[in-house]
């Protein structure tokens, strides 16, 4: 088992500054990849960005660059630094532990893990 706890999460005005912490604890096996992903009311969860662990390889969806995902493998934590924050990005953010090779990262199905989540909210 794979626990996830996210951190980091608040209030922000628009145009502020987030960085988000994902530690994850249990097995000891490196899982494949870690995802964030991000859910807000009435919406689906949608991708946020996706980090292995073995090569550091990073993948994203259309943040523009505004988000920036990386990792600290010494301390199974995974980071996204969100900059640059719209209300738009206001959700629950989640991160994911996939355990198995992925062939498409912003697929939720991909992922075998999930944390509890953190609230992000920005405001106008």
């Known amino acids: 088992q794979v626990h996830l706890v996210e951190s980091g999460g608040g209030l922000v005005q628009a145009g502020g500054s987030l960085r988000l912490s994902c530690a994850a604890s249990?097995?000891?096996?490196?899982?494949?990849?870690m995802g964030w992903f991000r859910q807000a009311p009435g919406k689906e969860r949608e991708f946020v960005a996706a980090?292995?662990?073995?090569?550091?390889?990073t993948y994203y969806a259309d943040s523009k660059g505004r988000f920036t995902i990386s990792s600290d493998n010494a301390k199974n934590t995974v980071y996204l630094q969100m900059n640059s924050l719209r209300p738009e990005d206001t959700a629950v953010y989640y991160c994911?532990?996939?355990?198995?090779?992925?062939?498409?990262?912003?697929?939720?199905?991909?992922?075998?893990?999930w944390g509890q989540g953190t609230q992000v909210t920005v405001s106008s």
């Open positions: 249990g097995r000891t096996f490196r899982s494949y990849a």
């Open positions: 994911a532990a996939a355990t198995r090779g992925v062939s498409d990262y912003g697929r939720p199905h991909e992922y075998d893990y």
């Open positions: 980090i292995r662990w073995t090569y550091g390889h």
